[in-house]
């Protein structure tokens, strides 16, 4: 049992991966959805995947492209635009989380926009993701973290 749990977690944590990535290359290119998962579906490593979780994610965000971006806008202190793509792409995947999946509890939605934003990301960006994915969470999670405190303090 354990180890079909790891492979969840191991396939879900693969999946904000592919997506960040597939993220990065349509912010770049424009490439759309049916281009990105026939491309990602390729990747080696795709067979160990949350298939569905990725192409969940990659649909939320493309779809929703032009709210995540305005919610965005009001966490950060720049232009959207002149976010580092990769940064960018890490964000989108977070607020998509944050926003659409409350099963995922928000330290885990953070923590994996960290991990990626140090793999991928410029020196100092998981410093940027942390920040913002937190004030997100306080948004899109209020009643979880309060929650969280309760049970801490009481």
Request: aromatic share 8%; no cysteine; proline share 3%.
């Amino acid at each position: 049992m354990a180890g079909r749990g790891d492979r969840s977690v191991r396939g879900r944590s693969l999946a904000r991966k592919f997506a960040m990535q597939a993220l990065y290359q349509w912010l770049l290119t424009g490439q759309d959805y049916a281009e990105l998962v026939a491309q990602f579906a390729d990747d080696e490593y795709y067979p160990d995947v949350d298939a569905e979780y990725f192409g969940g994610l990659l649909r939320a965000v493309l779809d929703d492209s032009a709210r995540l971006d305005e919610e965005l806008a009001g966490l950060i202190d720049r232009p959207v635009a002149q976010l580092d793509p990769v940064e960018h792409a890490v964000l989108l995947v977070g607020l998509a989380e944050l926003a659409g999946h409350p099963e995922i509890p928000f330290r885990v939605v953070i923590s994996e926009g960290i991990e990626l934003a140090r793999r991928f990301g410029a020196t100092d960006g998981h410093k940027f993701v942390n920040a913002v994915l937190d004030r997100a969470a306080r948004q899109h999670r209020a009643a979880e973290i309060e929650a969280g405190r309760q049970a801490r303090s009481g």
